[in-house]
């Protein structure tokens, strides 16, 4: 299906008339939305899932989460829903420990999904330009949105700035 929405792109046609419409995984890969990698991480073999996430230094239950809540981040934004005063499905999951430190984090927030790209970004440089905008923003409409209603506590900064080495 994703083969035949991307025929006019030029990886497709190079490979459709240099290898006879053969294409390797790596070149089909480039082809998912982020919700099919979502869901093809999620169907992979346990062991492969393990492998992956250890990697990142989480659970594989933790990474099949993340990826999901990203998704459903992307889709909103991409298709302007509603993201103020929004309770987000699924929960997004975070380790005992940082729970226990922020208790009063809501995890079905947007603040929450923000707090899994911040912690899936690449490294620091990214995580501190992510965190930088969202406070700017934050500042420039400080007087006309509630940070409640969008699951920011008021230590938000903060709490976003220990990700940076986390």
């Known amino acids: 299906k994703d083969k035949g929405y991307y025929k006019d792109s030029l990886i497709v046609k190079h490979h459709r008339d240099k290898y006879d419409d ?17 869901k093809l991480y999620s169907c992979m073999y346990y062991s492969e899932q393990n492998n992956i996430a250890g990697a990142l230094g ?35 999951r975070f380790n005992p420990q940082f729970l226990r430190s922020h208790s009063t984090l809501k995890n079905d927030t947007l603040f929450a999904y923000i707090l899994i790209l911040i912690k899936r970004l690449p490294d620091n440089r990214f995580k501190k330009s992510f965190i930088n905008e969202i406070y700017t923003v934050i500042e ?27």
């Not at 989480?58 to 990203?70: A, W």
């Open 58 to 92: 989480i659970s594989s239950e933790t990474l099949i989460n993340h990826l999901h809540c990203l998704s459903v981040l992307r889709n909103k934004c991409a298709h302007a829903a509603r993201l103020y005063n929004t309770k987000f499905h699924p929960a997004a």
């Open 140 to 166: 420039e409409y400080k007087n006309d949105i509630s940070l409640s209603r969008i699951g920011f506590p008021m230590n938000y900064f903060d709490i976003l700035n220990k990700q940076i080495n986390a």
């Open 22 to 38: 053969k294409m390797p995984l790596w070149v089909m890969v480039e082809l998912l939305s982020f919700s099919d990698i979502s």
